[in-house]
């Protein structure tokens, strides 16, 4: 089986005072246990706020550190998991339940395993 990353994009800020975030942890659990349940499942994680982030950059020889995500933007990069389907089509049925769940864009992308 191969490996697939479902990145979870997320607007930068709180959430909206309408959004349930117990609900939908509770709905997350439930999905990653379907997906340990299918064999699945391989690693997943949350991350801190993009404000937290460091970016590296070697240049002329030197490294250069900024603080912040590397591009700016009203989303960022907030947890991803990484799973194992039979193919793109089974991947992206998991990134679709994701969606659902989290009402936030999933990218679904194939690891290279080269």
């Known amino acids: 089986m191969k490996q697939y990353l479902l990145s979870v994009y997320q607007p930068d800020g709180d959430p909206p005072p309408e959004v349930d975030l117990g609900a939908i942890m509770r709905e997350l659990e439930v999905w990653n ?3 340990r349940d299918a064999g699945a499942w391989v690693f997943a994680g949350g ?3 993009a404000s937290t982030a460091t970016v590296v950059r070697a240049k002329d020889g030197d490294l250069l550190f900024t ?6 933007g009203k989303e960022h990069l907030g947890g ?3 799973i194992r389907a039979e193919d793109l089509d089974a991947a ?3 990134g ?3 969606s659902r769940i989290t009402t936030l864009p999933i990218e679904v992308r194939p690891v290279n395993e080269g």
Not at 67 to 72: A, F, N
């Open 96 to 98: 679709g339940k994701l």
């Open 92 to 94: 992206l049925e998991w």
């Open 80 to 82: 991803f998991t990484v």
């Open 67 to 72: 603080d912040g995500p590397y591009v700016e």
């Open 33 to 35: 246990q379907e997906l």
């Open 47 to 49: 991350l801190h706020p």
